[in-house]
């Protein structure tokens, strides 16, 4: 039985995982570069029209392990303000924050006027790793999906534009990561026990997955895929859906400037200002 009743319209067929999808790539280096420095630039304009107009934006990243998030929000973020964007990595709660309801530690990081939220894994974890692991009952992780789309259609009512990225890799990829991981001592780090332990329940996350882009893949906030075994292309389709999903509707132009501003330049700096 859905737990969409008084949600967003869900977006018919909704995203699914499959191995089997093509993971594109980004033939040379060169290219890469280009099109990572012409997309970072776009974001920035995107970043600075915000500002501007005082919006607020909300990107939440989630993915399996190793599947190359936390290089992406390197490159989102890269050229960015960032007195403007806040990155907040989501671990395990704090005993403080284990005492409230689950979404709260999410309400208290929410984008300023004019800023940027990116959550690091999100409150999908209710439905995801809780659910998994047992840290949430049945009856808390189903009763999620609802509240998860009550609480984005909040934050879209109230003027947040939300951007819901998962990036996805196949099983031998991430073994592959896993591995390279192990043997490099400057990546060791990153392999844990829990990455394992949760590699070893791939079929249940992925039926879980599943099931959390099933109920929570909606119109206003839809899921968007990110095809993630070559990296290159994994950023540069993040950051290209992000400009996209910010941008509709939105002028992105600079805005006018000053003409006080611009008639004591004049005076002042002895200079002529043109708009051309």
Known sequence: MSNN??????????????????HPQIGTKAAYKARLKRGQHTLTHVQQSYYHQQRRALLVIEGWDAAGKGGAIRRITRKLDPRGVHVY???????????RHYLYRFNTRLPLPGHWTIFDRSYYGRVLVERIEGFASEQQWQRAYREINEFERQLTDDGVRIVKLFFHISADEQAKRFSERLHNPHKRWKLTEEDLRNRARRDDYERAINDMFAQTDTLACPWHLIQANHKWHARIAAID??????SEGIDIAPPPIDAQVVALAEAQLDTVFSSD
């Open 5 to 22: 009743a008084s949600a967003f319209p869900l977006r018919q067929p909704p995203q699914q995982l499959s191995d089997d999808r093509a």
């Open 89 to 99: 990595p989501i671990g395990r709660p704090t005993p403080e924050e284990q005492g």
């Open 241 to 246: 859906t992000i400009v996209s999903a910010l």
